[in-house]
């Protein structure tokens, strides 16, 4: 848990409104506190999960037994859960129904934002109005962006077919794949951006792509309710770049009206005409940035981390909470939930009021534990 750190400090670092909690690692940590002791167990379902045995201990009824991934399911599907029947209380995931929600970002409005249709149409037109004016007085003193469309992509093969979508893109407009995959295969003859320590682009990665080109495609690995990974709303924090999506979210409840283009909703060759329609009438692409100022875009690691845990701790914490138990995680964490195309042009609508679904982040260890601060501090011993 190095992203958030350990103990009860952690918990008053990162400014959580509810603080009294403390986290451990693992169980190794303080061998002499017995597992029983803890409010919460948090299951990481990555790959070292599945190597390591089961605890064996009482289990209390207070204790909360926290099913953990980042993960879509057809990422996960080789990891067979069916023996984990009524075991978990709550799940901690990426899903808008998870008891927890651990988001990889989130875009809230400011007391500025419209409120109503009307009202964000008044505010695209004055919006788009300066962003022109501005974007006249900065032209003078740099040039103007070339590129067209870039993609940042690890996963060349993936359950979604955004590879196959891209290549089809290709045909009708110049993409720069950043990465190891280049036309849907891995290669090491194509583009590379810097990483961090955890492999995530760093910011002046993306500095470079809001500074080089107009559309970025934000295309996800699989096609999954709700699932949307970090580098969608890094791109939405950049200042003069338009993200083109492809997922199985509902983007609509996650980003301003008109912020965003659904790659789902064409077929690639159409996408590309729209694309190079945008970059051609100044108007029509300063419309796409028109909720800058009206917004705030929460993004990073960092930040996911912090905002899970402290809801995690504040969860904790609450009285008078209704006991509950998944009788299947297996139905509720199934790869048949998520969707892979047919064809380039299928158009994906989003899933309702399904049940939970999950999340894994890398460096954290296979279990991780929590417990409300108490009398005893097996941490100072």
Known sequence: ??????????????????????????????????????????????????LTKRPIFNRQPHQRFIFFTQEPPPSIKQMNIS???NYFNWTMTYRMDSDVRFLYGRIRPKPSAPKTMEETEVRMKESTRQLMLNKRKVTRRK????????????????????EQYIKQLRKHVKVDVYGWCNHGERSSKTLHCDTDELLSSTPECYNMLDSNYKFYLSFENAICPDYVTEKFFQIMSLRDIVPVVYGGADYAQLAPEHSYID??????????????????????????????????????????????????C??????????????????????????RPSKHGDQIKPEQNLPGSLNVLSSFNVMNLLSRRSTQNYSEK
């Open 143 to 162: 040039k103007k962006k070339k590129k067209l469309v870039a993609a940042m992509i690890s996963h060349c093969t993936t359950d979604g077919q955004r």
């Open 314 to 339: 504040r969860k904790l914490h609450e009285a008078n909470q209704e006991p509950k138990m998944y009788t299947s995680m297996a139905s509720r964490w199934n790869p048949a939930r998520c969707q």
């Open 263 to 312: 790659a789902r909703q064409f077929e690639p060759q159409q996408l590309a005409a729209y694309l190079k329609k945008l970059a051609a009438n100044e108007t029509l692409y300063n419309e796409y940035l028109w909720w800058k100022d009206d917004y705030v875009v929460e993004a990073g690691m960092e930040e996911m981390v912090r905002r899970g845990f402290c809801d995690l």
């Open 83 to 85: 023996g984990y029947r």
């Open 1 to 50: 848990m190095t992203i958030f750190g350990t103990g009860h400090d952690a918990f008053v670092q990162h400014g959580c409104p509810v603080s009294d909690c403390e986290i451990v690692n693992s169980p190794h940590q303080y061998p002499g506190r017995p597992l029983d002791s803890y409010d919460a167990i948090i299951f990481n379902f990555n790959d070292e999960f599945w």
